[in-house]
């Protein structure tokens, strides 16, 4: 199984930037997808994640409000809407699945398989 992540970029203070990611097996049934972002020298770390039948969404405080995740499972395919983006936001975005169903979403190790990330970088 391979996650490709796309859409990132250069944008400004107050910008939008839409990520996607495809999950290359279409067989491949994923429970809770999710994204995570991380800057160097730091851990990698929780943004936001999605049911399987995107009933249940979950944001980290800090982008609650600004960033909408959403998922299409005929796509095989997982989206990230960043608005009203921040300089604080700039990071490598990692998209990953869980594999099997789990009740932890916001933790790194409970995700199976990840993508190679997709650079946002957001100038004051």
């Known amino acids: 199984v391979q996650l490709q992540a796309s859409g990132g970029g250069l944008v400004q203070a107050g910008g939008s930037l839409r990520l996607s990611c495809v999950v290359s097996?279409?067989?491949?049934?994923?429970?809770?997808m999710g994204w995570f972002r991380q800057t160097p020298g730091k851990e990698r770390t929780f943004v936001s994640a999605?049911?399987?039948?995107?009933?249940?969404?979950y944001y980290a405080d800090s982008v609650k409000g600004r960033f909408t995740i959403a998922r299409d499972n005929a796509k095989n395919t997982l989206y990230l809407q960043m608005n009203s983006l921040k300089p604080e936001d700039t990071a490598v975005y990692y998209c990953a699945v869980q594999r099997l169903y789990r009740t932890t979403y916001d933790s790194a190790g409970a995700y199976d398989y990840w993508g190679q990330g997709t650079q946002v970088t957001v100038s004051s």
């Open positions: 097996r279409s067989t491949f049934t994923s429970y809770i």
């Open positions: 999605i049911s399987r039948n995107s009933v249940s969404t």
